[in-house]
């Protein structure tokens, strides 16, 4: 009977612990931009921006804004290295393009680029994870929201 209730906490012990993960574990890793996801999101933000005008958008203002913030986004090869050391890098073709600290509060995690990166970002941006992507939001006018996926 000792036996069985030994075996019973050892086991309780084990599952607690092992479902005992850090908030922040689903960010850490590397992230590739899903195409998809990434791509819906640039159209919501063109069109918005275009029917915020006095005319409506055409699929050929769509097609055009899509294709110039396509072609920096798909020729970049944009990734996201998230360091459980409170670090990250944004590649874009294997060069470090940003870096800087991340802070947690919540689900919300927030990125604070270095002075010194190339793409000099004045303000902190934001990302989440939902199903297994990360969603980065810049902050900016438009509001797209660039989505990754864990890398291959």
């Known amino acids: 009977m000792l036996r ?45 921006e275009e029917n915020s005008k006095d005319t409506k958008a055409t699929e050929d203002d769509l097609k055009e804004g899509l294709e110039l913030v396509w072609e920096f986004i798909r020729a970049g090869e944009l990734r996201y290295e998230i360091r459980a050391d409170k670090t990250f890098t944004l590649t874009s073709k294997g060069k470090a393009q940003e870096h800087g600290t991340w802070s947690l509060k919540g689900s919300t995690m927030t990125f604070a680029a270095s002075p010194e990166s190339f793409l000099k970002r004045s303000k902190p941006y934001t990302a989440t994870v939902n199903g297994g992507r990360l969603r980065v939001d810049y902050g900016t006018e438009k509001g797209e929201v660039l989505v990754f996926e864990p890398t291959r």
């Open 4 to 48: 069985v209730i030994s075996l019973v906490v050892l086991l309780f012990s084990v599952t607690l612990i092992s479902g005992c993960g850090k908030p922040e574990d689903p960010f850490i890793g590397a992230w590739q931009v899903h195409e998809a996801d990434t791509r819906a999101s640039i159209e919501d933000a063109i069109r918005k």
